[in-house]
């Protein structure tokens, strides 16, 4: 019963396994799944972004320009809401996470970060401006990683906002050579001096991957409790199959082991058994005894009363025995009427008391009909020279003893 119960948890632990790696795998793919999802969002941000970039720099500024050289605008004109892609950017973004909260949506952190910007807002952080130092000495291209901020998860992108051209050192190069109109919004001091092919900012973005990992999760759940019941169905139906071979291979070890008619152990059971034992005491140093006995005048009371009555005595002597017997004991019929029992970690003194105590109980059992049933027992001990040969030799020596000395005695082997 005890490998039968290691196997059946044996294979408890291996589904079990199984389940936590499918389990791991799956939460990885939610995970992926919401970033994936939110890449798209990103990409689809800096595609727009670099679409702006491109036109104010591109299409709008050479516009202004072009109508200052033209005198229909005068020389010291700026307003940041045409000029200024970073302004530009920034106030479109928060119109759209204005109108992102209005649809009870996920807002988005958007940031032009800049180590001397105009506007106190795009102020960069010390991660922020490590990455613009990075950015500057081409030894990074973009920034990318899943950050956790007070419990939640974000996709956080930097990228930088492009290398200032010539049209931007206007705006950022000398104060002088600045618009008064720009002088009087910010002042001569933020946002001056850079140089052409500097990176003064980076793009710096925060998605929530709140919403797609719950709705990633929604899946994982369904998916999850489908992986377990499957499994557990599967666990069940492998469990009941195995179960029904272990009964059949039971019930034919049964048929090999055991005696029919008296159903305890044959003799086949007990050559497998006492090879054992004798090994186990080789290594244990731990010794046994070996009870054998058989019924007085047996061929009489078969001869007298008929077959079927002798194999009544033989069942009912075996069950006198066998309720005795303590639990660690084994029973053997090993010939017609002669039965073995093998006694664990037993020396032949307890062995002796155990022989007379099978012998009075059968001598005093009644029979019905047949009166004077007893049996001659033989007892020895186990000792390091044995083989089973000369074990065996020993025990049967000693019931011949007690034969010979009159039946219905114990008699022991003490060499």
Known sequence: MGKFINKYFLLFVVFAFLFVVIEFVLKQQVEE???????AKLENILTNQKALHSYVENMQKPVIYKLKKENKLYDEFFDPNILSFTYIARNIHALENKILEENNSSTKYYKLASNN????????????KDLIKKFNNSTLKEYKEVI???????????????????SCMKCHSDPKNAPQELLN???????????????RAIISIKIPLDKELKNAFKYYNTVSIIIFLSLLIIYIVIS???????????????????????????????????????ELSKRTKNNFSLITFDIDFFKYINDTYGHQRGDEVLMKISKIVDRMNRN???????????????????????????????RRSIEIYKLDDITNVTVS???????????????????????????????????????
């Open 33 to 39: 799944y919401a970033i994936y999802e939110n890449n």
């Open 117 to 128: 910007p105009r506007n106190p807002f795009n102020t960069a952080n010390d991660f922020e």
């Open 148 to 166: 956790e901020e007070n419990g939640e998860k974000f996709l956080y992108f930097a990228k930088p906002v492009g290398a200032n051209q010539e």
């Open 185 to 199: 919004i910010y002042g001569n001091e933020k946002g001056f001096y850079e140089k052409v092919g500097e990176i």
């Open 240 to 278: 009941y199959l195995m179960r029904k071979n272990d009964k059949k291979q039971q019930r034919l070890e049964e048929l090999v082991n055991i005696d029919q008619l008296t159903h305890c152990y044959n003799r086949r059971a007990f050559i497998s058994d006492i090879q054992y034992e004798i």
């Open 328 to 358: 660690y004991d084994k029973f053997y019929r090993v010939g017609g009427e002669e039965f073995m029992i093998l006694c664990p970690s037993t020396n032949l003194e307890n062995a002796i008391q155990i022989a007379e105590r099978v």
């Open 377 to 415: 027992i033989g007892v020895c001990e186990y000792n390091e020279n044995d083989d089973y040969e000369s074990l065996y030799k020993k025990v049967d020596n000693a019931l011949y003893l007690a034969k010979n000395n009159g039946r219905n005695r114990v008699e022991a082997c003490l060499k």
